[in-house]
């Protein structure tokens, strides 16, 4: 579906003059089609990926416990997500309903996709419509997946970082041999260093396996945000 958008808003877009004005709906289905295939690259691999992702989490789970709210936090922040997109696309909508009055929904589908045919009947513009709202779908969940990853590794690296600064607090103030106290800040500190490679290791292993996901939306983003900057201008 995103192909299909895609080639329909570049022919629009190399059709029309200035180029740049009609170049934002393409460029975001072309992110979302290449994203796509790249993501069909990660899940083929992504199963041995998680899986030693989630025998780490347990043993962190077990030292450290669960990341506070952080189950809450990334509801709201998923929900946010969508609705700030889903409010975009609303307002689009209701623009275009506003500014060309009966037909404004058909022209919203031109606009974004149907520039291929002169009348845009009512069959062609449900199924256009289908495809944007994949299309547009499929870009959010790929930005919220990304940034989803980024807060649960953050969380666990500030666990740890909480704990290491607590254990330093209480050393401060516990009165203990000397012997002692070098015998169990060696042993605590090697526990940190390997808890902290561990997940080290697992960035560097998402990383490996979704970096190109993450250059895709990030050009696709800085992009979208210089055309629409662009035509603002």
Not at 184 to 203: C, F, G, M, N, P
Request: glycine share 4%; proline share 1%; hydrophobic share 45%.
């Amino acid at each position: 579906s995103s192909m299909v958008c895609s080639y329909s808003g570049y022919y629009r877009a190399f059709t029309f003059h200035p180029v740049i004005t009609h170049l934002l709906f393409p460029v975001v289905f072309t992110q979302v089609a290449v994203a796509t295939l790249i993501s069909i690259n990660v899940s083929k691999k992504w199963q041995k990926c998680i899986t030693s992702i989630t025998y780490l989490e347990l043993e962190i789970n077990k030292k450290y416990g669960e990341p506070k709210n952080v189950r809450n936090y990334l509801k709201f922040l998923i929900f946010i997500i969508y609705a700030i997109g889903s409010i975009e696309h609303l307002f689009d909508l209701i623009s275009n309903v506003l500014q060309f009055g009966s037909s404004g929904f058909i022209n919203c589908i031109h606009e974004r996709c149907n520039y291929l045919y002169h009348e845009c009947n009512t069959c062609w513009s449900a199924v256009f419509l289908v495809f944007c709202t994949i299309s547009w779908a499929v870009c959010i969940a790929i930005d919220v997946f990304i940034i989803n990853l980024g807060v649960l590794f953050a969380s666990r690296f500030k666990q740890i970082a909480d704990s290491f600064e607590r254990y330093n607090d209480v050393l401060q103030i516990e009165e203990t041999s000397h012997i002692h106290r070098i015998d169990h800040i060696l042993k605590y500190y090697k526990q940190i260093r390997e808890d902290y490679t561990k997940l080290t290791s697992a960035v560097y292993q998402v990383d490996c396996l979704c970096g190109n996901l993450i250059i895709c939306s990030y050009i696709s983003n800085i992009t979208s945000i210089l055309i629409q900057l662009f035509n603002s201008l």
